[in-house]
């Protein structure tokens, strides 16, 4: 199981790089000059621009390899606690990563108000992606439930 754990993280992690830089150059101030795809924030906290796109990409990366390790939960060969259970526990694991590199990162205001929108963003999210996997999941059984009854 570890071996395949890791497997997974490393993937998470390459993955978790790509879309967070991705996500950055989406959301930056394309007006700015010279052009910076990381949080202010994280340029104050670092120093410079170049560590803040280092750190960027390292918590992005961890969120990535958590995020994408933490699937084994979903994994009834790997641990069979229910499909209720193991989504509620990968989106908390996900959380107690997510919440500290978002607030570190610049990606969300430290307020409460902006804190509650970023875990209900995320909530919504984790939700749209859970029921697209069920439904698929659901679509697989049903077939294979009726090559089983040929």
């Known amino acids: 199981m570890s071996k395949k754990i890791f497997k997974l993280a490393m993937t998470g992690f390459v993955l978790g790089m790509l879309i967070g830089n991705l996500i950055s150059f989406l959301t930056c101030d394309r007006n700015a000059r010279p052009l910076v795809i990381v949080s202010p924030v994280l340029v104050e906290r670092t120093g410079s621009v170049p560590a803040a796109m280092v750190v960027n990409t390292l918590l992005s990366g961890l969120l990535g390899a958590v995020a994408w390790a933490g699937v084994i939960l979903h994994d009834p ?49 984790y939700f749209i992606v859970w029921l697209i996997m069920y439904i698929r999941y659901k679509k697989e059984t049903s077939d294979l439930n009726e090559l089983l009854k040929k």
Request: charged fraction near 10%.
């Open 77 to 125: 060969d790997e641990v069979d606690i229910g499909m209720t259970k193991a989504a509620i526990l990968h989106f908390l694991l996900i959380m107690v990563f997510n919440i500290p590199i978002a607030l570190y990162c610049g990606w969300c205001p430290p307020d409460f108000l902006s804190l509650l929108i970023w875990i209900g963003i995320m909530a919504v999210s």
